[in-house]
Nanobody, 124 residues
């Protein structure tokens, strides 16, 4: 049974930082591309960042470039999202997802497994 468990969300002030973690189990972690998505109230789920399964290539949504960093620790089957210079518009539920394609995809429909989400709230 595949499980993705996110942690690390919470309240933070504008300009602050948070590091989200996603612990994966029940899948061949190195074979999967991992992605972070987010969904704010009343908005569609959007791609945040992704990292490929084999060579560690990364991709980011334009508004996150330079502020967010995705990484993975294959020994711990964990993917991280370091978020710096947070803004109120970053407030959302952040989801971890796994794609068997192994390649970073920005479309949520190409991810087969999802975590339960972790809330990030940025106050001004």
């Amino acid at each position: 049974q595949v499980q993705l468990v996110e942690s690390g969300g919470g309240p933070v002030q504008t300009g602050g930082s948070l590091r989200l973690s996603c612990a994966a189990s029940g899948l061949a972690f190195n074979m999967y591309a991992m992605g972070w998505f987010r969904q704010a109230p009343g908005k569609e789920r959007e791609f945040v960042a992704g990292i490929s399964g084999s060579d560690g290539n990364t991709d980011y949504a334009d508004s996150m470039k330079g502020r967010f960093t995705i990484s993975r620790d294959t020994a711990k089957n964990t993917v991280y999202l370091q978020m710096n210079s947070l803004k109120p518009e970053d407030t959302a539920v952040y989801y971890c997802a796994a794609s068997w394609t192994g390649v970073v995809r920005t479309q949520s429909s190409l991810y087969q497994y999802w975590g339960q989400g972790t809330q990030v709230t940025v106050s001004s």
